[in-house]
């Protein structure tokens, strides 16, 4: 058990001089509900240290960045004859500034026993510490400046992460890919707004005031970039949030079939019978790297009995709200009249027909009309699988630092924004005073998008979306 003199020298030797002592001193849970290996609660702030060594018997001093081993005591039922070891664990301290927070940070790693991380919880709450927001880790590494606002919500998104793409752009993000392509903007949107004020404020000493050709040059050199940062929105918006596709038809054409081959198992139910799947059926997937929900629908047609009804109107809605639709025909029967009416409708829509059963006799009755393919012996599938990935990204390509969300976006497009307004200010010959407004309005949005000038409740609403103890 550290003695009273051991807990005083750690903390004096390892908390921050410089850090606010009135400053909350916050713990979490960092690992998720349940039972597992490992479970781990973490702490931050200028008590850290002090409360850690009290929840456990370290076995050595706490050193920076150096996991210590310990015994975790039962709070309830030890004396200080006789302590009653219940776990034992990893304790890990990273001194303020050189840690997660940029304050003290303590994580106390002991069996995934939720009993056991409750007790640790309880206890250090009892100390002094207080239980976390939702994001707060984050938040404090966000404010202490150890993160921008785009990297910070990349942590978020590379734990919510569902497939490797959504990692690798996670993690770019979080490696500072978006900060660095806006940074070049920045600084000549800042260069600009120099010398138009310099020009005012030296304008009685003979100070060449900028000509109206050298600003347009200089506000037309920061669109480009600006521009394709606006583009990649669309290929990042998708890897970030992924797509549904509706997959719609008569009953008995392949349907079930065909969703069954593309999520690679057999999810939905398939007989001879027309008008088997009564209701919608939906499984996720991964299409080179692209968050893809599968609906399989009920086959459309006029039903027979108040189920299948009820079915193909849920099947309407399925494809009224699919980002992507794919129109199954029959490749041995001829259009009817349902299916020329589904047609009508997707004509003017993101959407890929294919004819299914081509493997059997009597196949393509009228060809053309879409994609061959054979839910049964696997033909045309892949070439399917790829028109479905060139509809959704719509042909962008991947690249680092993407916008993925819409709060990215506006930033970007309320820049590019300010900056046309700047443009006609200037081409009308009105005064560099009126102009700088509308320049430092570009400023503003552009800064928005690190967080440098985002308003409090915009960032509690982000952060308010992350986990507690993240």
Same mark, same amino acid.
């Given at each position: ?48 240290? /002090? ?66 991380? /409750? ?61 660095? *392509? ?5 600084? +000549? ?8 004020? %310099? ?49 719609? +038809? ?33 499984? *996720? ?22 189920? /299948? ?6 099947? *309407? ?45 009597? %196949? ?23 028109? =479905? ?24 497009? %309320?820049?590019?924004?300010?900056? +046309? ?23 503003? %949005? ?15 609403? =982000?952060?308010?979306?992350?986990? =507690? +103890?993240?």
């Amino acid at each position: 058990m550290a003695t009273e003199d051991n807990i005083s020298g750690t903390v004096d030797e390892f908390s921050s001089p410089a850090q606010d002592s009135t400053a909350d001193t916050i713990a979490a849970i960092s690992t998720p509900p349940g039972r597992g290996g490992i479970g781990i609660v973490r702490l931050s702030g200028p008590l850290a240290a /002090e409360i850690a060594v009290q929840l456990v018997s370290l076995r050595a001093p706490l050193v920076h960045g150096r996991a210590r081993l310990a015994e975790v005591l039962d709070g309830e039922e030890a004396s200080p004859v006789n302590e009653a070891r219940i776990d034992e664990a990893l304790v890990t301290l990273f001194a303020a500034p050189n840690s997660y927070t940029a304050e003290d940070v303590v994580e106390i790693a002991a069996h995934g026993s939720p009993v056991v991380l /409750e007790l640790l919880l309880r206890r250090a709450l009892s100390l002094g510490a207080r239980l976390a927001e939702p994001g707060e880790f984050t938040q404090r590494a966000f404010l202490a400046g150890k993160l921008d606002l785009t990297q910070a919500e990349a942590v978020r998104d590379l734990i919510e992460a569902q497939t490797l793409t959504q990692v690798r752009q996670a993690a770019s993000q979080m490696g500072g890919a978006l900060s660095r *392509r806006a940074a070049p903007v920045k600084q +000549g949107l800042v260069e600009l707004i120099a010398l138009l004020e %310099a020009g005012i404020d030296f304008a009685e000493d003979d100070v060449d005031v900028a000509a109206k050709s050298e600003i347009a040059r200089r506000i037309d050199a920061l669109k480009p970039p600006l521009s394709a940062l606006e583009a990649s929105f669309a290929r990042g918006r998708i890897v970030h949030d992924g797509l549904t596709l509706a997959i719609v +038809g008569r009953p008995n054409a392949g349907k079930s079939s065909l969703f069954n081959r593309l999520v690679e198992r057999e999810r939905a139910i398939v007989t001879a019978t027309p008008g088997t799947t009564r209701d919608l059926v939906t499984e *996720r997937i991964s299409l080179g790297g692209i968050p893809l929900e599968l609906v399989d629908t009920a086959g459309l047609r006029e039903g027979l009995e108040e189920a /299948e009804q009820l079915g193909i109107a849920r099947s *309407r809605e399925a494809l009224a709200d699919a980002a992507l639709v794919l129109v199954v025909l029959d490749a041995t029967q001829p259009l009817n009249e349902e299916e020329h009416r589904l047609l009508e409708a997707v004509k003017n829509r993101p959407a890929i027909i294919v004819e299914n059963k081509c493997d059997l006799a009597g %196949a393509a009755i009228e060809a053309g009309r879409g994609l061959q393919t054979s839910a049964l012996t696997g033909a045309g599938i892949a070439e399917l699988r790829e028109r =479905i990935l060139a509809l959704a990204t719509g042909g962008a390509a991947s690249e680092p630092g993407m916008l993925t969300s819409m709060r990215h976006h506006q930033a970007i497009t %309320a820049t590019l924004a300010a900056l +046309g307004d700047a443009t006609r200010a200037n081409a009308d010959g009105i005064p560099h005073e009126m102009v700088l407004l509308d320049l430092y309005r570009a400023l503003w %949005a552009l800064d928005s998008l690190t967080g440098q000038t985002t308003s409090d409740d915009i960032l509690n609403l =982000i952060f308010s979306t992350f986990c =507690i +103890g993240k």
